[in-house]
């Protein structure tokens, strides 16, 4: 049998994989070089206002917004979705009865076991969706900011607390949403008794108190924009933008350790890549803030928010290979009743294993 694993699953679609990556690394080729190549080929005519206009151009933010919008495009075209098929269903059924036996909780009920699979794969396609929209508007919103001569030229100061505002909001939503999709891992995989019991009491009232939190920080930041001191507005920025930061560090994480599993086989190499852009998520309040140097002079705009916006646009390219590589071979759904089964099964079979190795007390 042919061997299954990601290095394989990349050269049998290197084409389409490499294509879409290199759409949306063009923006990061040597802008200089491009500017040097521009202004000889039109003559020196507008050389001074040419070179102005690139140093100043926001490329770091066009490279995330061109990467959302090409890997989107891609990701919408991924046959993911299971239809409602009753021949699925029953082949879905068999295979659970054939491999963990017809005792298993899994094969309580035919219709019931497809419905929680068919409706776990459509939250988490979906919600990935959802993700990659948010991100299309707050890059795109950045992006026409910056065109129209950056925040301080384009807001008075309650624009500016506005714009803050707007941008807290949308992160915020992200973040929910990615928390969303652990709490759907969750739910599908969770130990039950039947398959029909997927905890949603358990998963709602989760929901609920996170909920309450980002609710909280959502208010606090909304009623900031109409400080005018604005020494108290950093000081609530800083705090509301640390919770921002801890909540999608939290969030992203959460789902990497639920899709870390041996059942999907990620590559070590592509978990540590979304673990650093997780951990990234940390440093936003950075990206608001100016980070004075050694002279007192403001260099965030300048070193800061470049770096930490190519590895966010990385990080996104990691996510989108790995969202496609889960949803290759129906591996998503393999992983979904294989994991659901091992945690319904630990117990009997830790039970047994002390049984067998002994006791508790003789360990």
Request: glycine residues 6%; aromatic residues 16%.
């Amino acid at each position: 049998m042919e061997e299954d694993n990601f290095y394989r699953w990349f050269r049998r679609e290197k084409y389409t994989i490499i294509l879409t990556v290199l759409c949306a690394l063009v923006s990061m080729l040597n802008i200089e070089a491009i500017q040097n190549i521009i202004v000889k080929a039109v003559g020196g005519i507008f050389e001074h206002n040419l070179g102005d206009f690139l140093k100043k151009f926001p490329f770091a933010l066009v490279v995330n917004l061109v990467i959302v919008i090409v890997t989107f495009f891609s990701l919408i075209r991924t046959g993911f979705l299971i239809d409602k098929d009753k021949k699925k269903s029953q082949r879905l059924y068999k295979y659970v009865v054939e491999v963990f036996g017809d005792n298993s909780s899994l094969a309580y009920d035919q219709d019931a076991l497809f419905f929680r699979m068919k409706r776990a794969i459509s939250q988490f396609y979906y919600a990935w969706l959802v993700v990659w929209g948010i991100w299309f508007l707050l890059y795109g919103g950045q992006l026409v900011v910056e065109l129209c001569g950056g925040i301080e030229s384009a807001f008075s100061s309650g624009g500016k607390h506005a714009f803050t505002w707007f941008n807290n909001t949308l992160n915020l939503i992200n973040s929910l949403v990615i928390f969303y999709i652990y709490l759907v891992i969750t739910a599908s995989t969770v130990k039950t008794d039947m398959p029909t019991q997927s905890n949603e009491k358990r998963r709602h009232s989760t929901m609920l108190f996170v909920l309450l939190f980002v609710a909280g920080c959502f208010v606090m930041d909304f009623f900031s924009t109409f400080l005018t001191n604005e020494s108290q507005y950093t000081i609530v920025q800083l705090w509301i933008e640390l919770f921002v930061g801890a909540f999608a560090s939290i969030s992203l994480m959460a789902v990497l350790g639920r899709l870390n599993s041996s059942y999907l086989n990620i590559p070590i190499g592509l978990i540590l890549g979304l673990y650093l852009y997780a951990a990234i998520q940390m440093v936003y309040p950075y990206m608001i803030e100016t980070v004075m140097n050694e002279k007192g002079k403001g260099y965030n705009s300048i070193v800061v928010m470049p770096i930490i916006s190519y590895i966010a646009a990385g990080g996104k390219l990691l996510l989108y290979l790995v969202i496609q590589w889960v949803v290759q071979k129906r591996r998503f759904l393999f992983f979904l009743l294989h994991k659901a089964n091992s945690l319904i099964e630990s117990d009997d079979m830790l039970e047994e294993f002390n049984q067998i190795y002994g006791k508790d007390e003789d360990l």
